[in-house]
């Protein structure tokens, strides 16, 4: 069955660094775009960055773009999420999914209705 496995978040102050894994089961993740998604409280899921199967080319949201890097590692079924100079907008859990490409939509499509357990990041002095 499809599974995805979130770690590596954790208490960071602002201007902090974390770096976020997923690591991914039941599928194959190589053949996927990937993305990575986050939820605050009282919010709605969104997502985050994206990273498609073949030439690894990625795609961040404005809020993210020059602070977050998304990357793969095919061999280990694992995705990244290196996230620098860190701010309190980022408190959220993060989640992973497959990517589906839409061509109405900017990013792509959660691949699957499942979700896995997400890390939970909170950036605050």
């Known amino acids: 069955q499809v599974q995805f496995v979130e770690s590596g978040g954790g208490l960071a102050q602002p201007g902090e660094s974390l770096k976020l894994s997923c690591v991914t089961s039941g599928f194959s993740s190589r053949a996927y775009a990937m993305n990575w998604y986050r939820q605050a409280r009282g919010k709605e899921r969104e997502i985050v960055a994206s990273i498609n199967s073949t030439v690894h080319s990625t795609k961040y949201v404005d809020s993210v773009k020059g602070r977050f890097t998304i990357s793969r590692d095919n061999s280990r079924y694992t995705l990244y999420l290196q996230m620098n100079s860190l701010k309190s907008d980022d408190t959220a859990v993060y989640y992973c999914?497959?990517?589906?490409?839409?061509?109405?939509?900017?990013?792509?499509?959660?691949?699957?209705?499942?979700w896995g357990q997400g890390t939970q990041v909170t950036v605050s002095a």
């Open positions: 999914n497959g990517g589906v490409p839409h061509p109405d939509m900017e990013f792509p499509l959660a691949a699957f209705p499942y």
